[in-house]
Structures are given as C-alpha cells and as structure tokens.
C-alpha cells in the first residue's frame, strides 16, 4: 500500500515522497514478533499491533545481543502496541520486556539520510478522532478535525497493512468533519483506518463482524 501524494514539483518529488507514506504493522506470535526484523523508509509508520501481553521497548544493539532488558533511552511501548513513525534512518532494537529471555525481540532498520523515532499514540495527534459503531456489520461512521484547509486522504487497510480501499481524498474546510461509508462488502476481520494530512497521521483499528 503506498498513497501517491502530488506536490508543487511533481515527478521525482512526488515518487520519492510516496516511500513516507507506507505504514508497517508488527503483530505478536506467541513469544515472537511478526515480521521481527523489517527494513522501511524514513518517514514511514509502524503499528505495533501485539496484544495485552506484550511490549516494545527500545534497547542498543550490545543489550540485544545479550538478550538483556535495559532501555538505552528511545521509544517505549506500553502493553497493547501502539504506533511510531520513523522520522530519520538507523536500526531501532526492540524487546518485549517480560519475554525477552524467550527470544522475543526484534529490528527495525531505516533507509534514508541520519536515528530517531517519533512515539504517537491517538491521544497525541489531532486529525483521526473516532469511528464508530465498532465492532460493525456494514456502515463506518468516521470523524476528524482538519486544522487548516488540506487536502486529506483516509485509506481503508487490511490486517497485514496492505491498502483495500481509499475511502477519501479530497480538500477539507477547517473543522470537524463526519464522513460515513458502507462497508457491508467487507469481510469479517480486522481492519484499519489511516489517515492522512500535510502534518498529521494517524490509525484506528475496527471489527468487520459479518
């Protein structure tokens, strides 16, 4: 799934931004990460979708090695996951605190030009606000605030990431904004919706139930 975006420069500007614009999803696997090792672009979003049992915590690469459990300092994931976008290139090591003597630890390395992630969680980011009823049988009810007039993108994704549909896309006023969409065609699962603005991204997940 990768969402075109055309700038002012179109081209090469606009086929290298679309590298920013892929979201990630590492799921748990009994004591393991799914993937646990991935490569993605700076700017790119990882959705750390891996249950109440587990974590992610950020560690050096000597403390991976040893299979140790001291933070070097970086992101923290609470039990449950969450959501980071990688803003500049570099390997990111990561453990599940509780679980890290089973092996449970992973990789995430980052193409692009010098190391730092930016922690999100939906709480933090304006834009994507709710979306209801959930679980759901056929309408998605979607709600966002738009801070300035923007063009927006809302792309509908499957468990594994990959974009099913683009639900939207199109130039908003400033405001708030509820935007409803028949999904009965969907199968049951889960599934996601990423929202896209010039500065704000986020995720929330729903239950297709029949």
């Excluded at 738009?146 to 994704?157: F, G, H, M, Q, R």
């Amino acid at each position: 799934m990768k969402t075109k975006i055309i700038l002012s420069v179109a081209g090469l500007i606009a086929l290298t931004f679309q590298a920013f614009t892929t979201t990630h999803i590492i799921s748990a696997n009994g004591f393991s990460y799914s993937p646990s090792s991935i490569s993605i672009h700076q700017g790119d979003t990882v959705l750390f979708n891996i249950g109440s049992s587990h974590n992610a915590l950020e560690i050096s690469k000597d403390t991976w090695d040893a299979n140790g459990t001291a933070s070097n300092g970086g992101f923290n994931l609470g039990f449950g996951g969450g959501q980071l976008i990688f803003n500049t290139p570099g390997t990111f090591y990561f453990i599940c605190t509780p679980h890290a003597s089973f092996g449970m630890k992973g990789a995430i390395t980052v193409s692009g030009s010098s190391a730092t992630a930016n922690v999100l969680s939906e709480t933090d980011i304006p834009g994507l606000e709710t979306l209801y009823p959930n679980p759901l049988s056929d309408n998605l009810t979607i709600g966002f605030s738009v801070t300035e007039p923007s063009n927006i993108t809302i792309d509908l994704l499957d468990i594994t990431g990959m974009r099913v549909k683009q639900l939207t896309n199109k130039r908003y006023t400033a405001g708030r904004h509820v935007e409803n969409f028949d999904l009965a065609y969907l199968k049951p699962g889960k599934y996601f919706v990423l929202y896209n603005s010039r500065y704000k991204r986020n995720v929330l997940s729903f239950i297709k139930t029949n």
